[in-house]
Structures are given as structure tokens and as C-alpha cells.
């Protein structure tokens, strides 16, 4: 098993939150109220688009601004996810540091997308196993190492473990 060494980089924090917003399909066009203010920031607008300045001043709207670490719009590659939150995460797992990553939405959201992807837009666990396996080939040192792969899908609170 691998020595356990200090991560490389040393971040300020331990958990990382980011929002990836998939693009719109056929029959949701006409509902795109999301918006990018930053690479920081989501602006959610009150689905009655009729709503104008008057309303949004005098706080009758519903549209609402989100902050996370990081956010993703519908044109980011799983790849730009992945470089951006995870990729300093999973050489810490070769160091011997515990990682997760998790996520989280509604039905249709993108998880599945996000997580397990396509051939030509590869998801995050896909991503990690190839960084995985690509630092345990160059591993200069003598370790050993056990690579074992499952993933845990949460659906209505009950947990299912695929090996
Ligand atoms: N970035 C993306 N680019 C293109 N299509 C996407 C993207 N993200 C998601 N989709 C599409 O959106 C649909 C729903 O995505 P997905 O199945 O990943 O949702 P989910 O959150 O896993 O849903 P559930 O919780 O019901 O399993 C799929 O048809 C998927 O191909």
C-alpha cells in the first residue's frame, strides 16, 4: 500500500461545492431561465418572464442569484469539470488520502451524465480512474498499490452499491 504523503497542494478548504447546469432539452426550450453571471455564480429568474425593472425593485420577483466554488454552464465538457474541482482531489487518493465525490439533483439533472458520461465527453469517474492508474504508472516509489472500484447511487434515502 502507498505511503501516506502531505497533498501536494495544501488548499484552504476541504469541500468544494460546484453547480453544473446540463443544456436544455427539445421540450424544455422555452424554460431557459438560468443565467452565468461568473464562473462563480448562477442567476435564477422568476419563470414569469412578464415580470419587469418595477417588480424586481420592489422585491415581487422570485429571481435569485447562487453562489458556489465553482459554476459550469451548458457548454462545459465533463473534462472542464473535472480539470477545475476534481483532479487535485484524486492525486491525493494515490497518496493515500481519503476523496469523495458526490452528486447531487433532481431527477434529469445530469448526474448520471456527469458522473459516468459518454465516449466522447468522458464523466468523473471515468476521468479519475484514467488519473488513477496514470499516476500509479509513473510512481517513482516503491509502493504497492489495491485499486478497488465501487459507486454508491442514493434514490428516495436508500442506498445502492454497484462493485
Ligand atoms: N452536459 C450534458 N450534455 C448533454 N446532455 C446532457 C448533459 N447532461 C445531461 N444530459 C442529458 O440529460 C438527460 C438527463 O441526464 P441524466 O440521466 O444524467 O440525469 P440524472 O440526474 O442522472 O437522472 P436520474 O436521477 O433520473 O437518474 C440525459 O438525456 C442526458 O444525456
Redesign the pocket.
Known amino acids: 500500500m502507498p505511503s501516506i504523503r502531505a497533498p501536494a497542494a495544501k488548499k484552504a478548504t476541504t469541500l468544494t461545492v460546484a453547480v ?1 447546469c ?2 436544455l ?1 427539445e421540450k424544455e426550450r422555452g424554460r431557459n431561465i438560468v443565467r452565468f453571471s461568473d464562473s462563480h455564480a448562477v442567476r435564477v429568474l422568476d419563470p414569469d418572464l412578464s415580470k419587469d425593472y418595477l417588480d424586481r425593485v420592489q422585491h415581487r420577483t422570485k429571481e435569485k442569484s447562487y453562489c458556489f466554488d465553482h459554476a459550469f454552464g ?1 457548454d ?3 473534462s472542464e469539470v473535472y480539470k477545475t474541482c476534481i483532479s487535485s482531489v484524486i492525486s491525493g487518493v494515490v497518496q493515500g488520502l481519503n476523496a469523495t465525490v458526490f ?1 447531487y ?14 465516449s466522447d ?1 468522458p464523466g468523473l469517474m471515468v476521468l479519475s480512474l484514467h488519473t488513477i492508474f496514470d499516476l500509479i504508472k509513473s510512481d517513482k516509489d516503491t509502493d504497492e498499490f489495491d485499486v478497488t472500484c465501487s459507486y454508491l ?1 442514493v ?1 428516495n434515502e436508500v442506498g445502492n452499491l454497484f462493485t
Open positions: 453544473k446540463r443544456p432539452a451548458p462545459s465538457a465533463n452528486a439533483g433532481s431527477t434529469g439533472s445530469g448526474k448520471t451524465y456527469t458522473m459516468v458520461g459518454k465527453d447511487e434514490y
